[in-house]
DNA sequence: CTTGAACCTATAGCTACTAGAGACATTAGA
DNA sequence: TCTAATGTCTCTAGTAGCTATAGGTTCAAG
């Protein structure tokens, strides 16, 4: 049995993380210590660490649920666990996308500043001035990033 | 004199949002009519033009206060402006850089997919076992990103 | 047995908005 | 001019995915 510190170290997520995580359903309610501290088995390091390598690799804590779910019923067929990896590439590929349009476009700006007077700054034009974009419909698109770290 | 519905679709930007921007001190508190309604000149429109587009390049809202303190100042030199823009696009390199290790490592996960039971689902199987991943130190990367839309 | 680290709960904060309730203002049409 | 529809007002709470803090309890090492 692990202490929630223990199991935080192994599965490289910080231990509020973890309570987080058990708080909205994600894990299963701990057994508890005599002393009401909560103690893990090694399967819940395995569901732990399959979690924390979906959320590196961008999938929201709701796909996660589903693909949990598909895990622990392994006769299923796996087209929804598929499904939702494809989908999850879809929105990384839309992102990266997006972000070499402003890439582009962050580039044509700083390239051009004189460095002089903010007057005369590239910068605050281009910002000021839509149409002085490359790509006037850029846009950043859906926030369909999470937060982490 | 526009009211918040005209100066929000002329550019580009939601009424509450708006009324979000002068709540946090990107905008100034405008004008009321005499039903306590907002009254907008068009300077505040440019001024808020220039807000959606540094959102839409991916600005963060602390950037943006600081580039409209430098707009204001025209005779400041444009080395803070420069240095902002120079941030930003390397936040936005990084992103990608960390992305494209996603979108290769998610390519290999759904390619390799017999579409046959959860139980030998590729997907499940490296999201399981970080061990199979090409890199195996892959990161989705601090949340420098923002969500919007 | 004591000390210090790790643990507990509960709450608030982060970004950048968005959604809703319930009340007041404005405006276009009859 | 009246009325109905739309727009606006304030305030509060919710979104994702944690992180941080406060104030208290438990555990393990010495």
């Known amino acids: 049995m692990l202490s929630i510190g223990k199991l935080g170290?192994?599965?490289?997520?910080?231990?509020?993380t973890i309570r987080y995580y058990e708080q909205i359903g994600l894990l299963r309610p701990a057994t508890r210590s005599e002393g009401n501290q909560r103690l893990y088995a090694q399967s819940t390091l395995s569901r732990l660490a399959f979690i924390r390598h979906a959320r590196d690799l961008g999938f929201p804590l709701e796909a996660?649920?589903?693909?949990?779910?598909?895990q622990d019923d392994p006769n299923q067929?796996?087209?929804a666990?598929?499904?939702i990896?494809?989908?999850?590439?879809?929105?990384?590929?839309?992102r990266i996308a997006q972000l070499e349009a402003l890439r582009c476009e962050l580039e044509r700006m700083v390239q051009h500043c004189a460095?002089?007077?903010?007057?005369?700054?590239?910068v605050i034009e281009v910002l000021g001035n839509h149409d002085?974009?490359?790509h006037p419909d850029h846009?950043?698109?859906?926030?369909?990033d999470h937060h982490h770290h």
Request: hydrophobic share 45%; glycine share 8%; charged share 25%.
């Open 9 to 16: 170290q192994a599965a490289g997520v910080k231990v509020p």
């Open 64 to 70: 996660i649920r589903d693909l949990l779910a598909l």
């Open 77 to 79: 067929p796996c087209l």
């Open 81 to 83: 666990a598929d499904a």
């Open 85 to 94: 990896a494809r989908a999850q590439l879809q929105a990384v590929n839309r």
């Open 115 to 122: 460095h002089g007077k903010v007057a005369d700054c590239r």
């Open 132 to 134: 002085l974009c490359l």
């Open 139 to 144: 846009d950043n698109g859906a926030g369909d």
